[in-house]
């Protein structure tokens, strides 16, 4: 059964890069077979597609974030990783990641237990 | 890209079935059977529920149910329990933006 935990700190200054990184449990992370994906969820708020990785390291982005938003894999280590900069407020959230088919069809299972990151001086 | 619209709230009494919709555009909803459900309780993880409008996922209760009219998905649950009390989001493949979320909807069960 694969398993997903993000990692990285709860705790970001304004203006400064975000970095999450999501590890995959072993022997699962196939990359080529699936998209390895971001989500966020702002408090009270609903759910927002930041972007995937797959393959080799093909990504796309959500249009709104794709100026900010780098997203890598280290298959060596199995795990995919987060970048966000420029942070604000408005990044405050729980940030999610999850593993999809790599189809057309978004659907997300499993996802990572959530990490919370906090923007704030 | 903006969400996909959902009603704020449904409720419904036990035993009684409830219907939460789910719409978008030609763009995203009508224009694709990529769409998916998930059930998230307070303080934990969404939970794939239906995929590619329909499908359920092993282990998930067959009380739930997905369907698709035009640009408007639906999740029904049958037989409603007051473990099915949480929130419920869509999800559907848009042609712009490549995912879109729902607007959520916070379901009770009186």
């Known amino acids: 059964q694969v398993q997903l935990r993000e990692s990285g700190p709860g705790l970001v200054k304004p203006s400064q890069t975000l970095s999450l990184a999501c590890t995959v449990s072993s022997g699962a992370f196939n990359s080529g077979s699936f998209y390895w994906t971001w989500i966020r969820q702002s408090a009270g708020k609903g759910l927002e597609w930041i972007g995937h990785i797959y393959g080799r390291g093909t990504t796309n982005y959500n249009p709104p974030l794709k100026s900010r938003v780098t997203i890598s894999i280290d298959t060596s280590n199995n795990q995919f990783s987060l970048k966000l900069t420029s942070v604000t407020a408005a990044d405050t959230a729980v940030y999610y990641c999850?593993?999809?088919?790599?189809?057309?069809?978004?659907?997300?299972?499993?996802w990572g237990q959530g990490t919370l990151v906090t923007v704030s001086s | 890209q903006s969400a996909l619209t959902q009603p704020a709230s449904v409720s419904g009494s036990p035993g009684q079935s409830i219907t939460i919709s789910c719409t978008g555009t030609t763009s995203d909803v009508g224009g694709y059977n990529y769409v998916s459900w998930y059930q998230q309780h307070p303080g934990k993880v969404p939970k794939l529920m239906i995929y590619?409008?329909?499908n359920r996922p092993s282990g998930v209760s067959n009380r739930f149910s997905g369907s698709k009219s035009d640009n408007t998905a639906s999740l029904t649950i049958s037989g409603l329990q007051a473990e099915d009390e949480a929130d419920y989001y869509c999800?559907?493949?848009?042609?712009?933006?490549?995912?879109?979320f729902g607007t959520g909807t916070k379901v009770t069960v009186l």
């Open positions: 999850a593993r999809s088919p790599v189809t057309y069809s978004p659907w997300f299972d499993p």
């Open positions: 999800s559907s493949y848009s042609s712009s933006a490549l995912v879109v």
């Open positions: 590619d409008v329909s």
